[in-house]
């Protein structure tokens, strides 16, 4: 017998899922008669507001043949080192430590990849007996042998920290090792024109929305994805940002614009919990939005070099160059240091064209002449076309 899936919603879920074979004609075309019923063609799911009297009303149309489907959320991968019995015992304790502290399951997977090398590296030790001066050789192991880059060497200090002060209760001061020296990058910034252009290359819709929120409002891609339909306070003028980085929440500035695609993008879509979902249901991917932003930037021809994360360096710097005042930045963006956010000033200062090179001010005494600036196509990114150093 064929069955009708009804997916259980989240317990705030604003609408649920149900899943009608293509063989119960019937019973579908009752469906779409339902007040609220709506077709995710996608997800190739039918859906209705969430309530009870709702879903009473499906179970009394389908009886039988309707099965109620509790889904399963997707693990975080093991890492894929073969652990003796005690380094699997140390690796599974300190998964449920940092679980239990609630942090990020991307953060948990770092650590336990970092703390794998680490138990591989003492194998057969006791770990309570391992010194601080073994771990930091350990450390300049993986440094000098592996050239790991800064930020794998502070994920496995991390991670080994966490262990040490988290699962075996070891005092902060036990554990101090000599960070890496924080390298001075600039953050790699869009024009406002390429961002136009990234937009404009975007057809659909979901996908277009998605882009205009992570740069509207300054998001992180984990945030963007951790989005609910909740969070969107459009009375209120804002976007609530709940355990963010550092498990923070925040407010963020809601556009009017954003707003009105918002709304068209939620009347084409009828997403329940999350505000964008994945054709199965649950949140929209990660990997997803990469690759749509990477199909917009070949598209538009913009920056190569940008990534989803440029769109909030993007929107940081944007703001400075509009004259909002650099604290007000620093809230929006959830940074916890001001000097976190003071980046932004040394992006707009190198970039700025109103400064002048003491170079012009003295073509004169070297006979020296600027071009005429030939009138071209909006773009910041010349420097990255060899052909203009030919």
């Known amino acids: ?48 507001v969430n309530t009870p009297e709702n879903i009473q009303r499906v179970q009394a149309l389908f009886g039988e043949k309707l099965k109620m489907d509790q889904r ?66 350990f450390v300049y192991h993986q440094i000098s042998k592996y050239k790991i880059s800064e930020s794998a060497q502070n994920s496995l200090i991390n991670a080994v920290k966490a262990y040490y002060e988290h699962v075996l209760g070891k005092p902060r001061e036990y554990y101090e090792i000599q960070r890496p020296k924080a390298s001075q990058v600039l953050p790699n910034v869009l024009s406002k024109e390429e961002i136009a252009g990234i937009i404009q290359a ?71 919990y999350w505000l964008f979902e994945g054709q199965e249901g649950g949140q929209y991917s990660t990997k997803s939005i990469q690759n749509i932003f990477r199909a917009a930037i070949q598209k538009s021809g913009a920056n190569p070099w940008a990534t989803v994360h440029t769109l909030r360096h993007s929107f940081a710097t944007h703001l400075l160059q509009n004259g909002t005042n650099l604290r007000i930045i620093q809230v929006l963006l959830g940074h916890s240091s001001s000097k976190t956010t003071e980046i932004y000033s040394h992006v707009l200062a190198v970039s700025n064209k109103n400064v002048v090179s003491p170079l012009d001010q003295i073509t004169e005494l070297l006979n020296l002449r600027p071009e005429t600036a030939k009138k071209s196509t909006p773009h910041t990114t010349d420097i990255h076309d060899t052909t203009k150093w030919s």
């Open 1 to 48: 017998m064929e069955q009708v899936i009804l997916y259980i919603p989240a317990p705030k879920s604003g609408r649920f899922k149900v899943f009608i074979p293509y063989a119960l004609k019937s019973e579908r075309e009752a469906f779409k008669k339902l007040n609220t019923s709506f077709y995710h063609a996608s997800q190739k799911l039918w859906s209705m």
């Open 202 to 272: 975007t057809s659909n819709l979901k996908h277009r929305t998605i882009l205009l929120t992570i740069y509207s409002a300054g998001l992180r891609i984990s945030e963007a994805i951790r989005l609910r339909v909740r969070d969107i306070h459009s009375d209120e003028g804002y976007l609530f940002i709940k355990g963010s980085k550092n498990k923070k929440d925040r407010k963020t500035v809601l556009s009017p614009v954003l707003l009105t695609e918002l709304r068209c993008y939620y009347r084409a879509y009828k997403p329940s």
């Open 72 to 137: 399963e959320q997707v693990q975080d991968s093991q890492p894929t080192f073969s652990l003796s019995e005690q380094s699997q015992l140390a690796m599974d304790e300190l998964r449920q430590k940092l679980t239990l502290k609630a942090y990020s399951p991307s953060t948990i997977s770092n650590y336990a990849t970092a703390f794998a090398k680490f138990l591989r590296f003492f194998d057969q030790r006791e770990l309570t007996s391992i010194t601080k001066e073994e771990i930091e050789g």
